[in-house]
T-cell receptor, first 115, second 110 residues
Framework: DADVTQTPRNRITKTGKRIMLECSQT?????MYWYRQDPGLGLRLIYY???????NKGEISDGYSVSRQAQAKFSLSLESAIPNQTALYFC??????????????FGPGTRLTVL | QQQVKQSPQSLIVQKGGISIINCAYE??????FPWYQQFPGKGPALLIA?????SEKKEGRFTISFNKSAKQFSLHIMDSQPGDSATYFC?????????FGSGTKLNVKP
């Protein structure tokens, strides 16, 4: 079974709709992240959480909100979706100073299309 | 503000050749310098990473060279293989917060 799972994997929605993307992990990591990937722009950080009570904005948080329901679950919401939020969304986890590095483990991604 | 600049945007290399990808950063507080590899339809996965107290790290065919004074680090892929064809991202950072480069799409021709 995958260590980091994302649902749904693909979603098409309409402008103005509310949508939630969910992320679950079985790695026992305390740190979780949401990124969006756009062609030619790499991955940009939307929100990150270092534990259940800690939520932080990333580079591009406008138009998004998050919820850390448990150590293993981190959800991303688009309250009123707009077409320029069409992108590939990734959830990632890490564990503070595990081993020799701060490796991030990524989920398989959610492809979101806003019409 | 653009913290990280990655080049080239795309790269075509013949099988057996050397692939070199560069990453320049601005924040001198960064203390972790990784390269991630992403195949189509997959999430990125860590390939190799280095800390600033060493200038080079080698793992198999993959080497990171780190130049602290120039605020640059690079990925070298020796004996490049078609299976190395993927998109590569640098993602330096600190305190478990990372800044991804724009990516380099590598195509290794058989």
């Amino acid at each position: 079974d995958a260590d980091v799972t994302q649902t749904p994997r693909n979603r098409i929605t309409k402008t103005g709709k509310r949508i939630m993307l969910e992320c679950s992990q079985t790695k026992g990591h305390d740190r979780m992240y949401w990124y969006r990937q756009d062609p030619g722009l790499g991955l940009r950080l939307i929100y990150y959480s270092f534990d259940v009570k800690d939520i932080n904005k990333g580079e591009i948080s406008d138009g998004y909100s998050v919820s850390r329901q448990a150590q293993a679950k981190f959800s991303l919401s688009l309250e009123s979706a707009i077409p320029n939020q069409t992108a590939l969304y990734f959830c990632a986890t890490s564990d503070y100073l595990s081993g020799d590095h701060n490796e991030q483990f990524f989920g398989p991604g959610t492809r979101l299309t806003v019409l | 503000q653009q913290q990280v600049k990655q080049s080239p945007q795309s790269l075509i290399v013949q099988k057996g050749g050397i692939s070199i990808i560069n990453c320049a950063y601005e924040n001198t507080a960064f203390d972790y310098f990784p390269w991630y590899q992403q195949f189509p339809g997959k999430g990125p996965a860590l390939l190799i990473a280095i800390r600033p107290d060493v200038s080079e790290k080698k793992e198999g065919r993959f080497t990171i060279s780190f130049n602290k004074s120039a605020k640059q680090f690079s990925l070298h892929i020796m004996d490049s293989q078609p299976g190395d064809s993927a998109t590569y991202f640098c993602a330096p950072g600190n305190f478990n917060k990372f800044y991804f480069g724009s990516g380099t799409k590598l195509n290794v021709k058989p």
